[in-house]
């Protein structure tokens, strides 16, 4: 890695930087080659350089949360080295966002020698990983002729395009432009739920009637307690979260983090870290509105006025006795009181700490506690994510400057790019992202109780699919195993195109495996996620090497071959959709003031400059003209719409329920561990799994807790399977007091590698993970599994 550190040169003032920029967006756009070989100043000495250098601004469009700025040095049409934004070039008015390992890191990923080169035909079974080199011409017809054949016998609706977010953190995608021309050519199978927050999404609006609950990072800065509940922003970056964290923190903001594990952002951050078991948040957060409300620390002005089903008086119309909040939490419906040390027993949490933590909650004005996605990533991560909501609720730290209403949703006055327009789908049904398997396998058993929307059946099962920038269709779905059976079958999904950078558990699925660019070698637009506030131009820079096209290129030539090019592309290069998106989200946003694209050629980012937000503020000064668009108006802390659904999985008041796979599953006695998954520095998700540099980052190993290590007479190095009743995983162990007893992790997104005997020795959770769909979101619950682990003597 010691390029990571290499300093930027001198050379590069904010000046000279915007020369060089300015330079290079007076060239023509097509030839950025011949632009890297002219030099950047009309200094006489640079100009006779042997090896004159670009340095541009730029970012990468994966699905990371922060958009660093890169600053990518090409010459001769080779990035030859990644630095990042130099102090002096930092424009005060904006967060740092220096690149973190994974950018720097970037040429490895882009010049690796694994990466495809070719369009490939699958010819051994499916999955087998045996394919052989095709042209383009042969590959595009392939396609054009299957999505011909295979809608003609089965419907629009039999085709799929599945979860690909390494692009997502861009405006243009082949995953979005391939769904342009399966639009515009009848239709497709879309789906619904992100599998990264869809229960924190589905859950918020039942409390306050959206999921654009989160405030801009900005209205912080005189926060004096912020707990940050299973949320790793050290690693995840959640835009330009550190940069505000590390401010608050030197301005003496007590931090809290509640999470299993002791993480990065725990040992960085941290005043106190409270470990719990995984799955069991909603005992902590009974037990700390316990607390509250008998300690009589609850803002009662705050809850008389806008919120609904606190106390038996509160109540909407229609519901028996003993169904409000205090009622619950006194335990005059079920006898328990939700007490301190009823929930030790559950949590692991010691309840004086817990007594510590709700008055500290409830007493510090303003406080934010900020859930991150990992508590909601499991089967009872809707109500997870709901009870932030209430504990916001009874402290009054809704609609206040300095508090937090909910996890991150979306925040409300952030708006991003456009994107290519989407003409209208004819198909009507939608599926939930964890309906793909069954639909694939046996379509009738997709029902509107399990996910299905828009009709009562599928019209066909999924017959043709693409995954573009994914690595899903195996690696990162939970339950793996029970997927590839699917995908082995090239009886159900008759035609797969993947496309990717490299050969990945999944791409060894395809029927047609695509060599895509990289975002070094395209043009988009990057965007930063929710709590971010820049767009950032990500450049092309250099030509893609070998046969590998971006994916709206191929698309382009199967559009033609289906008829249907200048309907796909209106006729506009990659470069003009991005000047074109560019265009129509400036005029979208004319508060903005947004540049042209010729000055964004120059400048490269935009700052958004917008007033510091905070969600519901409007709702809480004049509730009158602002109602919550909640059924009543108000918040709701009891929710009539969830009671009415009568599921045992669904409480109205979203307390805790036992997970299933929770420590308190009677599966426990068999695999008495929980396994949890984190998303660790060196990658985002798979992607980059394979860079060398990265690697030396962070190796895969099982954390586990001294206890249970002596348990199992195991030593940190010690080789240990992992295995349920889905899957069995081979790794090096870790032991370490960084997690919990009872609790063993790994980090998410290792390349599955199965062995000849089918154990996975890349350390990947899914072959472990459970395709349970949660009852409320019918969403992913890829965290909630119960394991054991023994020791592995090798022979
Ligand atoms: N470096 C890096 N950054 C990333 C990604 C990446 O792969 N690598 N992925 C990106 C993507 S796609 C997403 S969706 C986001 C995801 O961001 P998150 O979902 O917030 O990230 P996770 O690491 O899954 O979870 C955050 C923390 O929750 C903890 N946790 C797990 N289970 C529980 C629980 O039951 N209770 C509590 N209290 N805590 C729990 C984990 O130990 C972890 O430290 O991150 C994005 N950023
Ligand atoms: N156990 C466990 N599983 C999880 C999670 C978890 O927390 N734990 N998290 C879930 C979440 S939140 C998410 S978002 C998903 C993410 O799952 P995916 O959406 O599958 O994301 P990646 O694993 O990053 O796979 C993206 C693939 O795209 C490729 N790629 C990168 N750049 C490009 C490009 O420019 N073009 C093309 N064509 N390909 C490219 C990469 O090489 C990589 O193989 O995983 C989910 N799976
Ligand atoms: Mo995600």
Not at 579 to 597: G, V
Request: with cysteine; hydrophobic share 35%; charged share 20%.
């Amino acid at each position: 890695m010691n390029e990571s550190i290499t300093p930027v040169p001198l050379a590069l003032t904010r000046r000279r930087f915007l020369q060089a920029s300015s330079a290079l967006a007076a060239l023509p756009f097509v030839s950025l080659p011949a632009a890297h070989a002219r030099p950047v100043s009309s200094d006489a000495a640079d100009a006779t350089a042997a090896m004159p250098e670009q340095i541009v601004a730029t970012c990468s469009t994966f699905d990371c949360g922060g958009k660093c700025d890169i600053r990518a040095h090409v010459r001769d049409g080779v990035v030859t080295r990644i630095a990042t934004l130099p102090d002096e070039a930092h424009d005060p008015a904006m967060p740092i966002m220096r690149a973190c390992v994974r950018g720097r890191g970037y040429r490895k990923f882009v010049y690796h020698p694994d990466r495809l080169k070719y369009p490939m035909k699958r010819v051994g079974k499916r999955g087998e990983g045996k394919f052989v080199r095709i042209s383009w011409d042969e590959a595009t017809t392939l396609i054009a002729d299957n999505l011909s054949r295979i809608t003609h016998q089965y419907g629009p609706a039999s085709r799929y395009v599945h979860v690909g977010t390494a692009v997502s953190g861009g405006a243009f995608s082949g995953d979005k432009m391939v769904r342009r021309l399966l639009n515009l050519h009848g239709g497709y199978l879309d789906s619904y739920h992100s599998v990264s927050m869809g229960n924190t999404a589905a859950a918020t609006p039942y409390t306050y009637g959206t999921a654009a609950s989160g405030s801009s990072l900005d209205t912080l800065a005189d926060t004096r307690l912020v707990i940050l509940w299973g949320h790793n922003p050290n690693e995840t970056i959640f835009g330009h979260t550190n940069h505000y964290f590390q401010q608050m923190k030197r301005n003496g903001t007590r931090f809290i983090v509640v999470d299993p594990r002791y993480s990065d952002t725990a040992a960085s951050l941290a005043d106190q870290w409270i470990p719990l078991l995984p799955s069991t948040d909603n005992a902590l957060m009974d037990a700390m509105m316990y607390v509250i409300i008998t300690e009589n620390l609850h803002d009662k002005a705050f809850i008389d006025r806008y919120t609904l089903g606190f106390d038996e008086e509160s109540m909407p119309d229609g519901v028996p006795e003993n169904e409000s909040l205090v009622a619950w939490l006194s335990g005059k419906k079920d006898g328990i009181a939700k007490t301190p040390e009823w929930a030790e027993a559950i949590t692991h949490v010691p309840a004086q700490t817990i007594r510590q933590l709700a008055r500290e909650y409830a007493t510090t004005k303003p406080a934010a506690l900020i859930q991150g996605w990992g508590p909601q990533r499991h089967n009872c991560g809707e109500r997870t994510a709901r009870g932030s909501t209430l504990l916001a609720t009874l402290t009054g730290n809704v609609g206040v400057k300095g508090g937090w209403a909910a996890g991150y949703g979306g925040i409300g006055n952030r708006k991003f790019t456009t994107g290519p327009e989407m003409p209208d789908n004819p198909v009507k049904e939608k599926i939930s992202v964890m309906n793909w398997v069954q639909a694939a396998d046996d379509p009738a058993q997709v029902t509107p109780e399990n996910g299905l929307t828009g009709g009562e059946t599928l019209p066909s099962g999924i017959r043709l699919l693409f995954s573009l920038a994914g690595n899903y269709l195996a690696n990162q779905n939970p339950d793996l195993h029970q997927a590839v059976k699917v995908l082995e079958d090239d009886t159900k999904i008759e035609f797969i195109v993947v496309s990717d950078l490299y050969m990945t558990p999944s791409a060894k699925y395809a029927d047609l495996l695509l060599p895509e660019t990289s975002f070094m070698e395209r043009w988009n637009i990057g965007e930063t996620w929710g709590t971010g506030n820049y767009v950032m131009l990500s450049e092309k820079l250099v030509e893609p090497a070998f046969e590998r096209r971006s994916d709206y290129d191929w698309l382009c030539d199967v559009a033609d071959k289906l008829g249907l090019k200048q309907a796909f592309s209106a006729g506009r290069s990659e470069q003009q959709w991005i000047a074109h998106i560019w265009e129509q989200t400036r005029q979208a946003m004319p508060q903005e003031n947004m540049p042209d694209f010729a000055t964004l050629r120059v400048q490269r980012h935009h700052l958004f400059k917008s007033e510091p937000y905070v969600a519901f503020e409007a709702n809480i000064r004049d509730p009158q003209n602002h109602p919550f668009a909640t059924p009543s108006g108000k918040i709701e802390i009891f929710s009539k719409r969830l009671y009415d659904m009568h599921h045992p999985e669904i409480p109205a008041l979203s307390h805790y329920v036992p997970a299933h796979e929770g420590p308190q599953d009677p599966l426990s006695e068999r695999y008495p561990l929980q396994l949890i998954t984190w998303k660790g520095k060196n990658r985002a998700n798979s992607t980059q799994y394979a860079n060398p540099w990265l690697q030396e980052v962070q190796t895969q190993t099982l954390w586990i807790n001294p206890l249970d290590a002596q348990l199992r007479g195991l030593t940190s190095g010690d080789t240990v399977r992992i295995h349920n009743d889905r899957g069995l995983c081979q790794v090096e162990v870790e032991v370490t007091p960084r997690i919990i007893p009872g609790v063993v992790a790994m980090q998410a997104g290792a390349w599955w590698q199965p062995d000849e005997q089918g154990i996975d020795r890349g350390g990947c959770a899914n072959v472990l993970s459970s395709a349970r769909i949660t009852a409320l979101a019918k969403g992913n619950s890829h965290q909630t599994m119960l394991v054991e682990v023994t020791k592995h003597e090798s022979v």
